[in-house]
Each structure stands twice: as C-alpha cells, then as structure tokens.
C-alpha cells in the first residue's frame, strides 16, 4: 500500500517567523522599499515574496542608499557589518535569530577569557561569517568534515563553537575528533545546534528506516534543509531528494515505491509541502500518515528596534 510519513516538527522555526515578520511589520509601518542584507532566510519563494511586497534584497551595504532602513538577516551579522551601517546613517532593524545571537555572546566571552575558539561550520555560510566577526583573531573556522586540518599549540586554552544549523551527528563527530588532539578542548556552556534543527533531524530519522524515498522541501542553499537529506540517507532511506518546490519533483523518483517521507528546511512555508503532497496524492500516495517527535511552543519577540517603535512614520528605530 501506497503511503506518505510526514515528519513533524517541520517548516518554519520560531527564529524564521520572527524575522519574517520584522520585514512584514518594517514595510506595514515604512513603506518600502525596506533593504534587506542578504536572503531574510534561505528560501526562493519566501524572499520573492517579501520582493513583491517592496523588500530589496543587496549583497552588501554599499547597495543601500544613505539613511535607508535595512534589515539584517537571521543568519546574523559581524559587528563590522553593524558599524559600517550606523557610521553611513541608516537605520537598521536586526533580525538575527535569538539562537544565533546566543553563538555570538558566548565568542565574545571565550574571547575575553584567552581563549582560542574553534568555530565549527562552513566558511561561506552567512551565520559562520557573522560569528566569526565577534573575535576574528581568536576564532578559527574548521569544516566538520575535516577538523584534522586545525594546527594549533596544544598549550594554548581552546574552545568550540558550531554554525547553528549543521547536524547533531557531524558536530559531535568534530569535536570529537578534535578532541583526540586537544584533550582541554572546553565545551560551550549550551548545545549551540538549533533545537528546530534537531527537531527536524530527529523526525526524519524516525521515519527514514521506513521510507523507499525522502524528499525534504527547501533551497538549495539552507543548509538545515541540505543536512535533512543527508541526515535521511544516514539513518536508512533508499533516496533522498531536495527540492524547493513541487516543481522540482520527477516521477521516476517514485518507480518501485511504496512509503515516502516528507519533510522541509526550518525556512519553508508550509504550502510548499501541501503542494508536494497533492502532487505525491494524484500519483497514488494519498494515504498520509504524520509522525510527530515534538511540539514546537517557542515564540520569539519581533527585534527591539521595531517594538520600540513609536508611531508608523518617524518612529524611533
């Protein structure tokens, strides 16, 4: 018999909602158009959303007219990034997750402690970049992947820290080895891994033993959507497929199939995996089963710089 198992939690975390509502509430009281530096979050239809709505995504700050308002995106930006904005006038809203922004206090202390701090992530993902400005001559970016190619003293006092978004499994594998070399590697006081990340990893892990095929909802550039298909085949499913809308699905995908898991990225809308479903639906899988792992209560506040708003027009930010 023909079946879907849906993973659940799925979809947008608590830190996604919040800052895409800090552009939604910024164009309700400003208007646009409202600068946003780089994608709000990882996701195609959510960023040409908010880009119909009078959002204007730029790379850089140098985009930005002077004394515009600019967004900063939830992957969280460098102090640098943050001068360079207030040094030319504009009037900013940060919208970095709350989870993120716990990452870069906690560099900011080992910093001022001595420490050498070893940032586990990617080196072009936009959160490690930010995080990373916080003590770029104390922190030391490694792949998990490959953490052997750190060299540093053995004397010296060393920490970790990891990007958000990367699996459980390939963050502990890290610092274990790294440990192996550095046997006073020091923890950070909490898990940095996101709690929606895990969520997410830890239902599609339930399902994946079950699954001929899993096909996780989100761009290809979310890392947390990436680390859900790999996360899937580790744990047992035949395939495993992205893909940022139902677009991108192919029937052949389904040859010889019987159970399929649906799951999508901490960044996704959730009619993005509706429409997978009616698609998966005309081909003979309507029979959808939901698991869930956990509920998902976490609320976060919009930025400080929009609930002290004033009044819609000349407010203070």
């Not at 402690?113 to 970049?129: K, Q, R, T, W």
């Not at 052997?148 to 080895?177: H, K, N």
Request: proline share 6%; hydrophobic share 40%; net charge negative.
């Amino acid at each position: 018999m023909k079946r879907v198992l849906l993973a659940a939690p799925r979809g947008y975390c608590a830190g996604v909602e919040r800052a895409i509502r800090a552009v939604e509430e910024a164009l309700k009281r400003y208007g646009p158009p409202v600068y946003v530096r780089k994608q709000i979050v990882h996701n195609t239809f959510v960023v040409a959303d908010l880009t119909k709505r009078g959002a204007v995504f730029v790379d850089e700050l140098d985009e930005v007219p002077d004394g515009s308002l600019v967004v900063f995106s939830a992957h969280g930006v460098s102090p640098a990034v943050k001068d360079t904005a207030a040094g030319r006038g504009l009037r900013s809203i940060d919208a970095t997750c709350p989870l993120v922004t716990k990452v870069h206090k906690e560099a900011v202390r080992f910093a001022e402690s001595g420490y050498d701090i070893v940032l586990i992530g990617h080196a072009e993902h936009e959160e490690v970049e930010g995080t990373l400005g916080e003590a770029p001559d104390r922190m030391h970016v490694v792949d998990p992947a490959r953490p052997d190619e750190l060299d540093l003293p053995t004397d010296r006092p060393i920490s970790w820290l990891s990007q958000t978004t990367l699996s459980v499994d390939e963050t502990m594998g890290a610092v274990e080895r790294l440990r192996e070399r550095y046997p006073g590697l020091v923890d950070p006081p909490s898990d940095d891994i996101c709690y929606a990340s895990q969520n997410r990893q830890e239902a599609i892990t339930a399902i994946a033993p079950e699954c001929d095929l899993v096909i996780v909802v989100g761009s290809a550039n979310s890392s947390n959507s990436r680390r859900l298909v790999e996360v899937a085949l580790a744990a047992g499913a035949r395939a495993g497929y992205l893909v940022d809308g139902v677009a991108e699905a192919e029937e052949s995908w389904l040859d010889g199939v019987q159970t399929v898991g649906v799951s999508s990225g901490a960044s996704v809308p959730e009619h993005l995996v509706a429409e997978l479903l009616g698609w998966l639906a005309e081909r003979g899988f309507a029979d959808v089963q939901t698991v869930t792992l956990a509920e998902e209560s976490l609320i976060f506040s919009l930025p400080p710089e929009l609930r002290e708003l004033r009044s819609p027009i000349g407010g203070v930010l």
